[in-house]
């Protein structure tokens, strides 16, 4: 009643397009709709998505020679304008109301992927911020998308992780000075190791580029938590 009473005075409007909307959206279903779903054919590690008659699963070429800490990596869509400017919105302007929006557009990977559908009692568990970092920001990008997927798919969110080195930014390091930049920048909360142990667990976070930031956080969690998988699943494939 009070959020209908809200809408009277403060009416919501698309985030992208700015049409007025009501059920507590930020997206239209047209901008919604028009956001670039990754769809098959795609790398089966990396969700890299390609163009052509490529009817089996395959491998791409970056990750055919690594050996990564986490399965697989999924994410949920193509980087364009709107989408950049969504994630822009979300992480740096603190529109953190735009998360059911988010859930929504990566729960479809839950339907469209076999290997999400399958899995059995998973643990969310975001990539943390480190602590100065996310005092400026007001908040975690990668736990506001958790938290609220948690809630819509009625699964367990865990902060397990903390940051324990402030390293400087990845957007523009090349995929060695990535794995050089987060070397040792993760650690396990002690408190949670009983918890993990024998655990599927989907690492949630906005983005995924190179692999790097889920490859060592994956690596912390199998060592120090002893988990048996760790999948990570991203709003954005960078």
Request: charge should be positive; hydrophobic fraction near 35%; include cysteine.
């Amino acid at each position: 009643m009070w959020k209908r009473c809200l809408e009277i005075f403060y009416p919501s409007l698309c985030e992208l397009c700015g049409t007025g909307l009501t059920n507590n959206r930020s997206l239209c279903p047209q901008c919604h709709d028009s956001l670039p779903r990754i769809k098959a054919p795609f790398c089966e590690i990396c969700t890299e998505s390609f163009t052509g008659k490529i009817t089996d699963s395959f491998t791409c070429p970056n990750c055919r020679h690594l050996n990564f800490s986490f399965e697989f990596a999924r994410a949920a869509l193509k980087s364009n304008d709107d989408s950049r400017y969504l994630i822009h919105r979300f992480k740096y302007q603190r529109h953190f109301y735009l998360a059911p929006e988010f859930s929504l557009i990566m729960q479809e990977c839950f339907a469209q992927d076999e290997r999400l559908s399958s899995l059995s009692s998973p643990l969310i568990i975001p990539v943390p911020l480190h602590w100065w970092r996310q005092q400026r920001r007001t908040a975690n990008q990668a736990y506001e998308i958790a938290r609220q997927l948690g809630r819509d798919l009625d699964l367990p969110v865990l902060q397990a992780l903390r940051r324990s080195r402030n390293t400087m930014t990845q957007t523009k390091l090349p995929r060695h000075e990535r794995l050089k930049n987060l070397r040792n920048a993760f650690t396990l909360k002690s408190r949670f190791s009983s918890q993990l142990e024998g655990k599927t667990i989907l690492l949630i976070d906005d983005v995924f580029t190179t692999g790097s930031t889920a490859h060592e956080c994956g690596k912390i969690l199998k060592e120090k938590g002893k988990v048996a998988r760790v999948i990570a699943l991203s709003l954005l494939r960078g």
